[in-house]
Every structure is written in structure tokens, then in C-alpha cells.
């Protein structure tokens, strides 16, 4: 995969300090997942932030008053490759790996995968998308996971 492709999705940080680990194996691991779901991608942009920032964005953008740990426009115009920022919050994620039992890295994970799916078209409204989505997001885990253990790049 070259550098072009994994250049379509970046990584904003507006929280300080966060970083994490092997940010181009997930690069090219969303840009495999939106290939494999048959979506052309523009330009993802994910932007890592605090619960107060995206607090903000949710009252602003979708009227919402609630804390969440993600939110994810898709901009582009149907048929068209994908266009969208994806808003995450740190503060959430830390706080619902503790609440769920697993590390940071593996919610920090499942979120951003969550995102992805959306732009894939999985929702998560009623009972039936929710496990769905539930389903795709352990999917994209265990592939993940494993690929990185035995140094897949691909």
C-alpha cells in the first residue's frame, strides 16, 4: 500500500498529550476495510478531542446534550468517495474502558472502527443494527489484532 492511500486518512490531536501507537498498520488497515466495503476514500479525518469539545460539537451540530465518544459526518455527496471528520473523545474512551473491562488501546480501537462502519453504512439505531454493528466492530478487532501480532501489513 502506498503512501497516497494511507495519506487519506489523518489523525488530528486536540488534546494534549495523547498519542498512540502504529497509527500507519491502522491506516492501512481502515483504508483495506473501506475497500472491502467498496468505499472510495477522499479523505477521512479523525479528530481525537475532549468530552467537552465534542459536547460542544453535539449541541452545535445535532442538537444532542449528551456526552458521547464519537460522532461522524460523512461529507461527501452520495456516489462520491467518502469525505468526513470523525470527532472521538478521549475523556469518553478512557472512562468506557474502564466501565466495559478492557485496555484503552482495544476501546480506542473499537471506536475508531465504529466510526469506519458508519461511513460503511452500518447504523446503530434499532436492536438488530446495534448487534450488527456490535458484530463488525469485534470483527475488525480480532482482524486487527492478529494481523499486527503476525506483522501483516496488508
Keep these: ?3 497516497a492511500e494511507t495519506g487519506k486518512i489523518k489523525f488530528h490531536f ?5 498519542h498512540f501507537k502504529d497509527r500507519t498498520m491502522v491506516k492501512v488497515f481502515l483504508i483495506n ?27 452545535e ?33 478512557r472512562e468506557n474502558a474502564k466501565l466495559f473491562n478492557v485496555s484503552f488501546k482495544q476501546e480506542l480501537h473499537r471506536v475508531m472502527f465504529h466510526g469506519a462502519l458508519h461511513l460503511c453504512g452500518y447504523n446503530d439505531k434499532s436492536v438488530n443494527e446495534m448487534t450488527a454493528m456490535k458484530d ?9 489484532f492478529v494481523s499486527r501480532e503476525i506483522g501483516l501489513k496488508d
Design 61 to 93: 451540530y445535532l442538537n444532542h446534550d449528551t456526552y458521547t465518544d464519537i460522532i461522524t459526518f460523512e461529507l461527501s455527496e452520495k456516489g462520491q468517495p467518502l469525505l468526513s471528520d470523525i470527532y472521538i473523545s478521549i475523556d469518553r474512551i
Design 1 to 3: 500500500m502506498n503512501t
Design 14 to 18: 486536540l488534546i494534549d498529550p495523547f
Design 136 to 144: 463488525q466492530e469485534n470483527r475488525c478487532l480480532s482482524e486487527f
Design 33 to 59: 476495510l473501506f475497500r472491502k466495503k467498496r468505499r472510495r476514500v477522499d479523505a477521512v479525518n479523525y479528530i481525537f478531542c475532549t468530552d467537552e469539545y465534542l459536547l460542544n460539537v453535539n449541541k
